[in-house]
């Protein structure tokens, strides 16, 4: 937030030095990650960005896969299959709403796919995101302290919830992964 601004809340911006350091761990010979994305929505392009940093950082090599619209996603998808050992997508509107292609392409290939949002029905292997009801409940304390303390929004921090972890048990099986010990705390299998 900016300075002197009286602004404050609950950020639902991914962890994603999380997400990643989860992924290495879940599936740790993976040595490329497709990442699939719409790069016209800034949201997903600040995503991609840091996603890139991380991946980097364990050695990972990332190929970008842009679809700019959903008549894109099914190419987009089918490149990321042929070119890369899973599938990573950032919190991004079009491949969201364009999900069950994504899924059905990987799945035919056998390729896992991570998502930065959950809540899919189809559920990819993992999905990763933000604690919606535990944010909700962090503002809720939020407004009261601003309430009863007579604090100003500017005089708070934003909140940055904790994200979860859901693992889909099919997709384990259906791809022969194994939950690692360091992870079973962590993770809720669906």
Do not use: C, H
Request: glycine residues 4%; hydrophobic residues 40%; proline residues 5%.
């Amino acid at each position: 937030r900016e300075p002197n601004s009286n602004i404050t809340g609950a950020t639902d911006m991914a962890d994603i030095q999380k997400q990643i350091r989860v992924i290495k761990e879940l599936l740790p010979n993976v040595k490329k990650i497709a990442i699939l994305f719409n790069p016209g929505e800034t949201n997903s392009t600040i995503l991609v960005k840091r996603m890139k940093e991380e991946l980097a950082k364990y050695n990972i090599e990332f190929q970008d896969n842009g679809a700019n619209s959903q008549a894109d996603v099914a190419a987009a998808t089918q490149n990321a299959v042929q070119n890369a050992q899973a599938i990573l997508i950032p919190t991004d509107n079009t491949i969201s709403s364009a999900f069950p292609i994504v899924k059905q392409i990987a799945d035919k290939a056998k390729i896992p796919v991570i998502t930065t949002w959950t809540g899919e029905k189809d559920a990819p292997l993992m999905q990763f995101g933000v604690d919606y009801v535990q944010s909700g409940v962090q503002s809720a304390d939020l407004l009261t302290q601003i309430i009863k303390n007579k604090l100003k929004p500017m005089e708070t921090e934003i909140i940055a919830p904790n994200s979860r972890i859901y693992i889909n048990s099919y997709e384990l099986k259906r791809l022969n992964i194994t939950i690692p010990e360091s992870l079973k705390q962590e993770v809720t299998l669906l």
